[in-house]
């Protein structure tokens, strides 16, 4: 694990994914480039740690292209929604 990643400390791969859930319940509630910004770092936390199911980190690691779309405050893709 690197220094950067260090900050997570111990918490769980379950405990990262919950964050995780957290932070996108918020996007979905106030969308902004900052919120979308933290749901990428969280999905990156969550694809890099060797502890989490390969199927989380799979996914993890698939949505963060996705949210890049909305970290870039793409309206038109909210609008889509």
Known sequence: M???HSATG???P???AAATLFVMTR???RPCP???QMV???LEVVAEDERADPLMREVCDALI???SLHA???AGLRAAH
Do not use: K, Q
């Open 27 to 29: 996007f979905a509630e």
């Open 65 to 67: 292209g996705r949210w």
């Open 72 to 74: 870039v405050g793409n």
């Open 14 to 16: 379950n405990m990262l």
């Open 40 to 42: 990428i770092r969280h």
């Open 34 to 36: 900052e919120v979308a």
């Open 2 to 4: 690197t220094t950067e």
């Open 10 to 12: 111990d918490a769980s």
